[in-house]
C-alpha cells in the first residue's frame, strides 16, 4: 500500500528536479544571449573623456595608498584605480582586453542575480522575469559604453546579490561563515563603488520581511563594524584628497528648487521610462555617449503604468509594499542624495536628471524588487496572497512584451551612435604618427580635441603629453611653448596627425636679404595692432656667430637663443601692440629676415604623418 505513495513522491520530486534544471537551462541560456547581444555594442566603444586621466594617472604612481585612496569628486574607488593602474601597463589603451572584461562581468553580474533569485523564490519560471529584465534594460546600456563607469558599477552589481544571498543563506542556517561572505561581498564592493554600503540596509530590509527571524546579533554587529570603518576611511579621504582644481572637496546642498527638479527628472525621466523599456531616444554628449531623452507623453504613460504595476502587486502580495519602499529609499539614498550633494550644481537638472550611470546600478535592486513584489519566497506562502485574476495575467504579459520589445528597441538606437569609432581613429592615427616620429622630436604639447578630452574639465590631462604621450615608441621631446632654434617643430593636427608647427597671424616681410640688429633695438611695425595675450614670434636669422635675441611686444620681452648660420628661432612672449623690437643681449651682431607673430597650429601645407587618419 504504501509503495504507490512512495513512488508518487518521487515522481513529484522529478517533475521538481526536472522543472528546476529547465528553469536554470533556460536562464543560462538568456544570459549567454545577452552577452552575445551587448557584445555587438560593446565592441564598438572605446576609451573616452576621464578613461585617459585615470589611466594617465595609473601611469605616474605606484600603487600606494595615497594613489589608491584618493577620493575623486565623491568617488573612493581603489578597486577601478587599481584597473587603470594595471590597464596602463598591459598595452595603456588595450580595448581588447577592455572588452573581455567588460563582457567577463556582465556575464558574472547575470549569475549572481541568477544565484540570488533562485536562493530566494526556488527554480520556478517566474524568476526568468525579474532576470530577463536586468539583462534587457537599457538602463545599464550607456554605462556599459563608458570603461571608467564599468569598472566601478559592474563589480557592484555582482557583489550586491552575492552579498545579499549570503545574508539570505546566514538567516537560514544561523551558519556564522555565511555573514562573514556576506560582509566580504560587501567590502569588495566598497572597493568599487560608494554605493555599496547600502548593500546592508538591503540586507536590513529583506531581514525585516522576508527572512527568519532569530538571535542574529553577532552579524548586525560585524556589518556595523563594516559600514563604520568604511564610512571613518570615506570621510577622512573625502576631506583630504585633492582634486584636478588643486582643492579639496567641500560638499554642499543645492538649491531646493534644483534638487527637486533633479530627483523629479531622474525618476521620470530616466528610472521609471527605462524600467518600461525606454527611453527609445537618446540624447547624445559628445560623439561617443548619450543620456535619456524620454518624450515628455511617454514620461507620463510610464508613471500611469508603473502606477498600475504598483497597484496590481499591493492586490497579490501584502508585502509588495515594503519591496517597492525599499527600492523607493535605495534610489534617494543612493542615487539622487550623493549627486546633489556633489554634481548636480556643475551639471544641472536637466543634464544630471536624464544620466543614466547615476541609476545603472538600481537595475538588480529593481529586479529583486520585482521578485519580492510578485513572487512567493520558496517554501514560504505568504498569509493573504492571491494570485493574479484572469483580468491582470493578459496586461501582465502585455506589459512586459511591451517593455522587451522597448528594451530591444531603445538599445539598438543607443548602437546607432558613433560610439568610440572617432576617438579610437584618433588614438591609432597618433599612435602611427609616434611611431615614425624622429627619435627625440620636438613636438609642441596642447589640448586634444574636445570629442577625446574635455579641458576644460580635466586641466593638463586634456594635454598631448598626457593622452598621447605613452604610446610613444620611442623618446620625444613634448614641450608647452617654442623658445629658441627648435628644430623642425611638429604638433598634432585634429585627426591625430604629426605636422610641422606653423605661426598663424601676422608676417613682418624681410626688408632686404636681412635686418643686421646689434646692441640697440631695432623695432618692426607690425600689419595690424595686436591685442594683449601670449604670442609666439618666430624670427628667422642669418648671423655670423651664435648670439642670444631680446624679443619685445609692448611691456613683454623674451630672451632666446639664435645660432649661426641661417635658421629660425622662436620667442613665446605676453604682451600687445603695434610694433616689436629686437636686440642682442650679448652686444654681438645679428641678422634678421622674416618674422611672424601670431599661434602656433599645425601647418595644413605640411605633410602630415600619417598621410591618412587610420580609421577606427
Not at 528536479?17 to 547581444?37: E, H, K, P, S, T
Not at 595686436?530 to 623674451?558: D, F, I, K
Request: aromatic share 10%; with cysteine.
Amino acid at each position: 500500500m504504501t509503495l504507490p505513495v512512495g513512488g508518487s513522491g518521487v515522481a513529484a520530486e522529478g517533475r521538481t528536479w526536472a522543472r528546476g534544471d529547465a528553469v536554470l537551462a533556460a536562464a543560462l541560456v538568456m544570459i549567454a544571449l545577452q552577452l552575445v547581444w551587448k557584445f555587438e555594442l560593446v565592441g564598438r566603444t572605446y576609451f573616452r573623456q576621464d578613461d585617459f586621466t585615470f589611466i594617465a594617472r595609473g601611469l605616474e604612481h605606484g600603487l600606494s595608498w595615497d594613489y589608491l585612496m584618493r577620493v575623486d569628486y565623491g568617488h573612493l574607488v581603489p578597486g577601478p584605480f587599481a584597473i587603470q593602474w594595471a590597464m596602463g601597463r598591459l598595452g595603456v589603451y588595450n580595448d581588447v582586453l577592455a572588452h573581455a572584461v567588460t563582457i567577463g562581468l556582465q556575464a558574472a553580474a547575470g549569475l549572481a542575480l541568477l544565484r540570488l533569485l533562485r536562493l530566494l523564490f526556488g527554480s520556478r519560471p517566474a524568476i526568468l522575469l525579474p532576470l530577463g529584465f536586468y539583462l534587457l534594460t537599457p538602463m545599464t546600456i550607456s554605462s556599459l559604453s563608458w570603461w571608467a563607469v564599468v569598472i566601478e558599477t559592474l563589480p557592484f552589481q555582482i557583489a550586491l546579490p552575492m552579498a545579499l544571498a549570503s545574508h539570505v543563506l546566514y538567516t537560514r542556517t544561523g551558519r556564522f561563515r555565511h555573514a562573514l561572505a556576506a560582509a566580504a561581498w560587501t567590502v569588495f564592493a566598497m572597493a568599487f563603488f560608494v554605493k555599496a554600503p547600502f548593500i546592508l540596509v538591503l540586507a536590513a530590509v529583506l531581514s525585516l520581511g522576508w527572512l527568519p527571524r532569530g538571535r542574529r546579533w553577532p552579524a548586525w554587529l560585524l556589518y556595523s563594524g563594516v559600514v563604520a570603518a568604511y564610512a571613518a576611511v570615506f570621510f577622512r579621504q573625502l576631506f583630504t584628497s585633492v582634486q584636478l582644481t588643486n582643492e579639496t572637496v567641500r560638499p554642499s546642498l543645492p538649491d531646493l528648487g534644483v534638487a527637486a527638479q533633479f530627483a523629479w527628472k531622474l525618476l521620470s525621466g530616466a528610472l521609471l521610462p527605462t524600467a518600461l523599456g525606454g527611453p527609445w531616444q537618446w540624447r547624445p554628449i559628445g560623439e561617443d555617449y548619450a543620456i535619456a531623452a524620454t518624450p515628455p507623453a511617454l514620461e507620463w504613460v510610464c508613471l500611469a503604468v508603473a502606477a498600475v504595476v504598483v497597484g496590481v502587486s499591493l492586490r497579490s502580495r501584502p508585502r509588495a509594499w515594503l519591496a517597492w519602499l525599499m527600492l523607493l529609499g535605495y534610489v534617494v539614498l543612493a542615487d539622487v542624495v550623493p549627486v546633489m550633494i556633489g554634481r548636480i550644481e556643475q551639471l544641472g537638472p536637466d543634464l544630471g536628471g536624464y544620466e543614466l550611470r547615476y541609476v545603472s546600478s538600481t537595475a538588480v535592486v529593481l529586479a529583486l524588487v520585482l521578485g519580492l513584489a510578485f513572487i512567493p519566497l520558496q517554501g514560504a506562502p505568504e498569509a493573504g496572497e492571491t494570485p493574479l485574476s484572469r483580468v491582470w495575467t493578459p496586461l501582465a504579459a502585455l506589459v512586459t512584451a511591451l517593455a522587451a520589445g522597448g528594451s530591444i528597441w531603445s538599445v539598438a538606437a543607443y548602437g546607432r551612435l558613433p560610439l568610440g569609432e572617432h576617438v579610437k581613429s584618433y588614438v591609432e592615427t597618433a599612435r602611427v604618427a609616434l611611431k615614425h616620429a624622429p627619435e627625440n622630436a620636438v613636438i609642441l604639447d596642447g589640448h586634444v580635441p574636445p570629442r577625446v578630452v574635455y579641458a576644460a574639465f580635466f586641466y593638463d590631462y586634456a594635454l598631448a603629453s598626457k593622452v598621447l604621450g605613452p604610446i610613444a615608441p620611442h623618446p620625444v621631446t613634448w614641450t608647452r611653448r617654442l623658445a629658441g632654434p627648435v628644430p623642425n617643430p611638429l604638433t598634432f593636427d585634429p585627426e591625430g596627425r604629426l605636422r610641422p608647427v606653423s605661426i598663424e597671424g601676422l608676417t613682418i616681410p624681410q626688408r632686404a636679404a636681412c635686418v643686421p640688429v646689434g646692441a640697440s633695438e631695432v623695432r618692426f611695425r607690425l600689419p595690424l595692432p595686436l591685442p594683449q595675450g601670449e604670442w609666439t614670434v618666430q624670427v628667422g636669422y642669418l648671423n655670423p656667430s651664435e648670439t642670444r635675441l631680446a624679443v619685445r611686444l609692448g611691456s613683454g620681452v623674451a630672451e632666446v637663443r639664435a645660432g649661426k648660420d641661417f635658421g629660425w628661432t622662436f620667442a613665446t612672449i605676453s604682451g600687445a601692440g603695434t610694433e616689436l623690437a629686437v636686440r642682442t643681449v650679448d652686444g654681438r651682431s645679428a641678422c634678421v629676415g622674416e618674422i611672424k607673430v601670431g599661434v602656433p597650429a599645425p601647418a595644413t601645407s605640411g605633410t602630415p604623418s600619417p598621410l591618412q587618419p587610420v580609421a577606427p
